[in-house]
Each structure stands twice: as structure tokens, then as C-alpha cells.
């Protein structure tokens, strides 16, 4: 179902949620790289671009039972610092939901937003 849950992602980028978006996006796709500080290749679920050339939307999408915490915004911005854009917004989205903790976090950064399936 990941893959599946990672193209309903992306439609609702497109979508409903088009609207709630720091800027217009023009394009999205998945993104594969290599890391040089760990020397692995690297993944993000969307990388999603609009007209100015130094912002992106980063998004990870996890298909699982249980929420989607700390740990997977960390590696999601870790990740998205592969990437040259200067200005970056993450997005979570996530079947089961997310943890009290990164609720909360998100709650006083601007700069993330949290997509639960059951609001998609």
C-alpha cells in the first residue's frame, strides 16, 4: 500500500489541499540521491516545486499502523538538506496519524504540516 498511499499524497497536493499550500506548486515527483555524509542513496516520497526556484515542498508518506513522530520529520528534513533549495516546507503524511510530541511541534513551526489519511 505505500506506493499507493504515496500517489493519493500526491493527489491531494494537487487537490484538496492545493489550496493550503505555501505557494502554487508546478511540478512533483519522487527524488533518489545519494548522500555524501553517509555515502547511501537517500529517498523522498514528493519533492514539489513552483515558479520560484528556491523554495520546495518536501513530503514523506508513511503507510503504517502507528503515528508518525519525531523521528520521521527528523529524517525528512535531514533529507530534504541533499536538495539546494534555501527555502523548505515539509509535509507528513501518514495512515495512523501522528504523536502527541510532534502534534505539538508542528502546532509552533509554520513550516510543517501534518496530513492524516482520515483528513485527505
Known sequence: MGPVFEDISRQWLWGKGYAQLPFPILQSGRWWGSNP??????????????????SAIFCECTWRNEPVGE?????????????????????????????????QFAEQDD???????EDM
Do not use: H
Request: net charge neutral.
Open 37 to 54: 555524509r553517509t555515502r547511501q542513496q537517500e529517498e523522498i516520497d514528493i519533492v514539489a516545486a513552483g515558479e520560484d526556484s528556491a
Open 71 to 103: 523521528t520521521e520529520y527528523r529524517t525528512l528534513q535531514q533529507r530534504s538538506q541533499l536538495l539546494p533549495y534555501p527555502d523548505k516546507w515539509l509535509i507528513l503524511f501518514s495512515k495512523a496519524g501522528f504523536t502527541d510530541n510532534l502534534r
Open 111 to 117: 513550516r510543517l504540516m501534518l496530513v492524516a489519511f
